[in-house]
């Protein structure tokens, strides 16, 4: 699987938006971005994923650069309990295949009240 | 509905010693995958089952087994412990040719080695 690069911490304030990017330059055609975020004390769980377009979901939106060598997931407004590791991870989606999930050190959010 | 369990949720050892740790798969998976996160790391993939069977390995050595049962469940067996073993091991559950092949973490356990 590719490697994705991402900032080891970010800060921000509560109520406001959160753009954590991501830089997946050698990511390939059949890769898939996914988000996985890790609170305190906590199992990863998923955010969301996306291929080519950009995504929305109830949780965040993801944006993917034309090239797809870049993405950002969007937190639209923070809040105190999106503090968490989040973690950027290229994915293959082979028909059945269970692809395991590669993870990087991630970003550290912290949100100030 | 229940999510992912695990258990126990902690455990200490000493060194050479054998542990089973012990997972329950969200209701409807069948696929059960292991990972290892050390402290301050993101989770290392360990292996992954499928029908019973380890279909994905990742860097780990054999010391590192696991087995799943026909209910899905799954246990991760480590044998002569070593104070590097100290971790959280997670597992995780998903659908098996789900297209978008989420994964389902359980809280992990805390496995300390002496």
């Known amino acids: 699987d590719a490697k994705t690069t991402q900032p080891n911490s970010m800060e921000s304030n509560e109520e406001e938006p959160v753009h954590l990017p991501c830089n997946h330059s050698?990511?390939?055609?059949?890769?898939?971005i996914h988000w996985y975020r890790q609170l305190p004390s906590q199992g990863p769980e998923y955010v969301i994923h996306?291929?080519?377009s950009n995504v929305n979901n109830r949780m965040a939106s993801l944006a993917i650069a034309e090239d797809r060598k870049s993405s950002t997931l969007i937190l639209h407004r923070a809040t105190l309990r999106d503090a968490a590791v989040y973690y950027c991870i290229l994915k293959g989606n082979y028909g059945g295949s269970q692809g395991n999930l590669i993870f990087g050190k991630g970003t550290k959010l912290s949100v100030k009240p | 509905d229940a999510g992912v369990t695990q258990s126990p949720t902690h455990l200490i050892k000493t060194r050479g010693q054998q542990v089973t740790l012990r997972c329950s798969p969200k209701s409807g998976h069948d696929t059960v995958s292991w990972y290892q996160q050390a402290l301050g790391q993101g989770p290392q993939f360990i292996f992954q089952y499928y029908e019973e069977e380890e279909r994905q390995r990742g860097n780990f050595p054999d010391r590192f087994s696991g087995h799943q049962f026909p209910n899905y469940s799954s246990e991760l067996n480590v044998n002569a412990l070593l104070l590097g073993d100290s971790a959280l091991y997670l597992c995780?559950?998903?659908?098996?040719?789900?297209?978008?092949?989420?994964?389902?973490f359980g809280p992990g356990t805390r496995l300390t080695v002496l």
């Open positions: 050698t990511i390939s055609g059949t890769d898939y």
């Open positions: 995780a559950s998903s659908l098996r040719g789900q297209l978008n092949n989420e994964q389902f």
């Open positions: 996306g291929l080519t």
